[in-house]
């Protein structure tokens, strides 16, 4: 658990760095993302040894966005002038968003083979 | 008489206590379990979401007892800072699914850039025919994208990053209460084509309701939230400069 935190911060760190110095215009973490993909890719074995760690954070996501979520009192006066715009893009959009990938992965993708390796 | 002091007390330990991280990482977890625990209850019902609910609980208990949004985060920035490692993390399910989803990348790749495209360019058209303000369409452009990206990506166009994070949070809960029911309507049911649609349109919020729903729709929407971070922070900032200097 612990290693595999420290891969996570590790890889957060460098991808911070490289976003930094070259003055990219990618988040740090989605950098490290890359490179730890990279490195899983080419060492498959690694998987294993970061997923409890990886399923720990993943296990409870949804609480990692409260803090910024709560954020939500300091826009009230906004939100209450453009609730109208506000509240229609962002029912309409996500539910495009939503059905126009769903849809088109949907009718793209060919049917399932009988059951592959299910193990995830 | 006596009463003062006991009541000054009280202020003292209160000015105290919410001045360290204790009482707003508490109040974070057990506003959290508490959510968590309701909608388990509820059978984990798409309408019960725990982050709106846990949300919800947190930003009227803070209104309630004066407490500021500045301080409470502070506190609470311990939890928020895991944002971080937890998008690394995505390599991890990224990596394990790769050589499984080799049939269908190529579907999912074309799903992905044109649900993306599609929501950011609804999002903003709608919001521009209402009347909303410059601000407010620039911050609700990267709204689909998970977070912290989204926050850098607001910041590259000029855009007000705190508030492109609300509104990937409501994108988030609106994506996870909605998305299940319209995905059965338009007969999607394989799981990992649920989850990533989830991932894609609602990113982190939706990624969690997709695990709720099945572990393989919860990989496939944390692949979807992380090729959709990547591919929007590279193409959003090029796409608004563009039209920027059209207009």
Known sequence: MLEGLLALLVFQ????GFAHLLHLPIPGPVLGLLGLFAVLRARPHWIERLRPTAEMLHGHLALLFVPA???????????????????????????????VTAWVAHRLAPEPASQPEDES | MTVLPIRDDIFRLWVYLSASPLFALSATLGAYLLALALARRLNNHP??????????????????????????????????????????????????????????????A???????A????????????????????LALIPKSVTTPIAMGITEQIGGPPSLTAVFCILTGVVGAV??????????????????????TAAHGIGTARAFQEHPEA?????LALGIHGLVAAMLIPLIVALWLKLV
Do not use: C, K
Request: net charge positive; proline share 5%; hydrophobic share 55%.
């Open chain 2, 118 to 137: 599609a929501g950011a360019a609804s999002a903003v058209l709608t919001a521009w025919a209402l009347g909303a303000s410059h601000e407010t369409l």
């Open chain 1, 69 to 99: 979520g709560v954020g939500v009192v300091m826009f009230l006066p906004r939100l209450r002038a453009e609730w109208l715009p506000i509240v229609v893009a962002l029912l309409v959009s996500t539910s495009v968003g939503l059905v």
């Open chain 2, 218 to 222: 919860g990989a496939f929407a944390g």
């Open chain 1, 13 to 16: 760190l460098i991808g911070e």
């Open chain 2, 47 to 108: 309408l019960v979401n725990p982050v709106a609910i846990t949300i919800m609980l947190l930003a009227t208990g803070i209104s309630l007892v004066g407490e500021d949004y500045q301080r409470y985060f502070e506190g609470a920035q311990f939890v928020h800072f895991l944002l971080g490692p937890a998008t690394v993390a995505f390599a991890v399910p990224m990596a394990a699914m790769w050589s499984r989803m080799r049939r269908i990348r190529l579907a999912l």
């Open chain 2, 178 to 199: 909605a998305g299940p029911s319209l995905l059965d309507n338009f007969g999607v049911h394989r799981p990992a084509v649920r989850g990533f649609a989830l991932g």
């Open chain 2, 110 to 116: 074309v799903g992905l850039i044109g649900g993306g």
